[in-house]
């Protein structure tokens, strides 16, 4: 049999996709409810992408109180970067969505567009992540991490102390699943 040809589809899941199969048990009401969440997690894409070009560009927006406009207006003022990889190993890295290091200070700033309230935790192994791969000492910098979320900037500036435990934590950690790939 010749299969006909979707290859404008590699790589994307459907929404009623057999790997995702539970969908099968839902009835409206979750389905209803799913579906609403998986159009919040497009939203909060397609906001994040117009973010980082907002800020890369360097176009301010209008000076309000909504959470986009803080994010976007902050980074574009702390001349951060967008979508900056950290790389530690294969098995530790992230994405921050936006980073700056200027004058021995680290900001690390997280748009988040959803309504669960977040952990500065994610942000605490950004700084980890920067630490290990510029080979700095956080007892030897100032660290300032935002969340930009509900219309609220939430300011939390850790301890030198947390963040070298997080930092030994992924050296610990890479090493044993560096051993589990060789099967030690």
Same mark, same amino acid.
Request: proline share 3%; with cysteine; charged share 25%.
């Given at each position: 049999?010749?299969?006909?040809?979707?290859?404008?589809?590699?790589?994307?899941?459907?929404?009623?996709?057999?790997?995702?199969?539970?969908?099968?048990?839902? !009835?409206? %009401?979750?389905?209803?409810?799913? $579906?609403? *969440?998986?159009?919040? +997690?497009?939203?909060?894409?397609?906001?994040?992408?117009?973010?980082? %070009?907002?800020?890369?560009?360097? =176009?301010?927006?209008?000076? +309000?109180?909504?959470?986009?406009? /803080?994010?976007?207006? !902050?980074?574009?003022?702390?001349?951060?970067?967008?979508?900056? &990889?950290?790389?530690?190993?294969? #098995?530790?890295?992230?994405?921050? !969505?936006?980073?700056?290091?200027?004058?021995?200070? /680290?900001?690390?700033?997280?748009?988040?567009?959803?309504? +669960?309230?977040?952990?500065?935790?994610?942000? %605490?192994? $950004?700084?980890?992540?920067?630490?290990?791969?510029?080979? =700095? #000492?956080?007892?030897?910098?100032?660290?300032?991490?935002?969340?930009?979320?509900?219309?609220? &900037?939430? =300011?939390? %500036?850790?301890?030198?102390?947390?963040?070298?435990?997080?930092?030994?934590?992924?050296?610990?950690? !890479? *090493?044993?699943?560096? *051993?589990?790939?060789?099967?030690?």
């Amino acid at each position: 049999m010749k299969f006909n040809n979707h290859s404008y589809l590699q790589g994307q899941h459907a929404f009623l996709s057999a790997s995702k199969y539970h969908w099968i048990n839902y !009835d409206d %009401e979750k389905l209803d409810s799913r $579906y609403l *969440k998986h159009l919040a +997690t497009v939203r909060g894409t397609e906001l994040h992408e117009f973010a980082s %070009e907002a800020i890369r560009l360097g =176009i301010k927006l209008p000076r +309000t109180k909504k959470t986009l406009n /803080l994010y976007v207006n !902050d980074a574009i003022g702390y001349k951060m970067e967008p979508e900056q &990889v950290l790389f530690y190993s294969e #098995n530790a890295f992230g994405t921050t !969505d936006a980073i700056s290091f200027r004058k021995g200070k /680290l900001r690390i700033h997280d748009l988040k567009t959803g309504e +669960t309230r977040t952990s500065m935790s994610q942000l %605490e192994v $950004y700084a980890a992540l920067f630490c290990l791969e510029y080979q =700095i #000492n956080p007892f030897e910098i100032e660290i300032e991490l935002r969340i930009y979320q509900l219309n609220e &900037v939430l =300011i939390h %500036e850790p301890s030198p102390k947390s963040i070298k435990y997080i930092m030994e934590k992924i050296i610990t950690f !890479d *090493k044993r699943i560096e *051993k589990l790939k060789i099967g030690v």
